[in-house]
């Protein structure tokens, strides 16, 4: 099995979303228009680059809890500005994303990635590998969102569309639930048969 | 009778299955299954006295640094953090060696942060709430609600990684699928 990672691996091959399963909760709760996914993925992107970059400069010689912190710490202050820039952007959006867009701050990315993964790369790949991830949970974010507004609501970006048949529960939190298990279930078959394709049939391709 | 209405309760205001709060945390825990009650007992733990800074936090902030609220929630977070590894040093060196690479993930997350915003913005919906008791017992709700939801995950954890189900939907998906079943029960409950 090809164990070599690549700078890609985020977005397709190692997904934060659909294989690791984290940052989950806004996909669940605020993924459900593409309003909300706009506002999400700008704040994840901004607080998340500039959170791991930053924190990339803290010296490895802290104890690993002392760097936990500091990791959490410059995340709520790169919040600040973020928040600030969010509310002249997406005046509305943020008010119904309400304590997700703060949350976006604690992400799985920034508190256990860091250490288990972007830092042990060189600066170069570790800044590709890290934009892969992020454009990872923005794509998925983004599927999610459109497929969860045209099927609950009947609407693409707000305007309406013509469709017959609505499951309004694709809007509320089991329905992203849901919804997620489903497009986490398809995205392991896609990964499963494409590898499978890749070693020319091997059949110990595993699944996670 | 009264036992059931209150797990009733905790299941219909609970922030995995309504909010999908910790949902990450709980996926990233049930890789282990032993660890899952753990980390349940640990986050438990961290909103009960995460809760009770939050209270002196949002009490002490003025109107204009609300901006502020997560960097020092988050401090505050760190500081618990710190006198948990501490205590758990003094307690056994032989689990605080083998937890302390996990605990932060306990510490730093949307069920902890969730927990306290949740519990500042009902505060500031109902005065009455802005005590330091309703605090702690939100807190307390809320890691005991994280705990329920791990039971009700590892009660079903060997099916829905059973060879029974689809390669491609065993484990995680499943999983995800389940809690969404789960929380859809919930809704109707409320």
């Known amino acids: 099995m090809n164990k070599r990672t690549s700078v890609f691996d985020g977005l397709i091959g190692n997904n934060t979303v659909l294989s690791s399963l984290m940052v989950i909760s806004p996909v669940i709760m605020c993924g459900d228009t593409l309003k909300n996914a706009m506002a999400i993925i700008y704040a994840f992107s901004a607080i998340t680059f500039i959170s791991v970059i930053a924190g990339s400069f803290v010296p490895r010689k802290l104890p690993y809890a002392v760097r936990i912190i500091i990791y959490t710490i410059i995340s709520s202050l790169v919040f600040i500005p973020v928040k600030f820039a969010a509310q002249q952007f997406f005046p509305q959006v943020i008010n119904r994303i309400g304590i997700y867009f703060m949350l976006l701050a604690v992400n799985s990315l920034i508190i256990v990635q860091t250490e288990a993964k972007f830092y042990r790369m060189k600066r170069g790949k570790m800044i590709f590998s890290l934009i892969f991830y992020i454009f990872g949970f923005d794509a998925v974010i983004l599927i999610v969102s459109f497929l969860r507004e045209l099927i609950a609501h009947g609407t693409i970006y707000d305007r309406v569309v013509d469709i017959d048949t609505l499951i309004s529960g694709f809007g509320l939190p089991f329905g992203g639930f849901i919804f997620l298990g489903l497009m986490c279930g398809l995205y392991r078959k896609i990964r499963s048969v494409s590898r499978h394709e890749n070693t020319g049939g091997d059949s110990n391709v595993s699944d996670d | ?190």
């Open chain 2, 1 to 190: 009778m009264f036992l059931m209405t209150e797990i009733i309760v905790l299941l219909t205001s609970n922030l995995i299955l309504t909010q999908a709060l910790g949902t990450s945390t709980l996926f990233i825990a049930a890789g282990n299954r032993k660890n899952l009650l753990g980390t349940a007992f640990t986050i438990t733990l961290f909103t009960m006295a995460g809760s009770a800074a939050a209270y002196f936090i949002s009490n002490a902030l003025p109107g204009s640094a609300k901006d502020f609220i997560l960097l020092f929630y988050a401090l505050s977070v760190g500081i618990l953090y710190i006198l948990f590894l501490i205590v758990l040093y003094f307690f056994n060196k032989k689990v605080f060696r083998n937890a302390k690479k996990y605990i932060h993930l306990s510490a730093f997350n949307c069920a902890v942060m969730g927990t306290l915003f949740t519990i500042t913005n009902k505060a500031e919906e109902n005065p009455q709430l802005n005590n330091i008791g309703s605090f702690i017992i939100a807190g307390i709700e809320a890691g005991i609600g994280f705990i329920l939801v791990s039971l009700i995950l590892m009660s079903a954890y060997k099916r829905l990684n059973s060879k029974d189900v689809p390669s491609a939907f065993r484990g995680f998906p499943a999983m995800l699928i389940y809690l969404g079943i789960i929380s859809m029960a919930i809704y109707a409950l409320t």
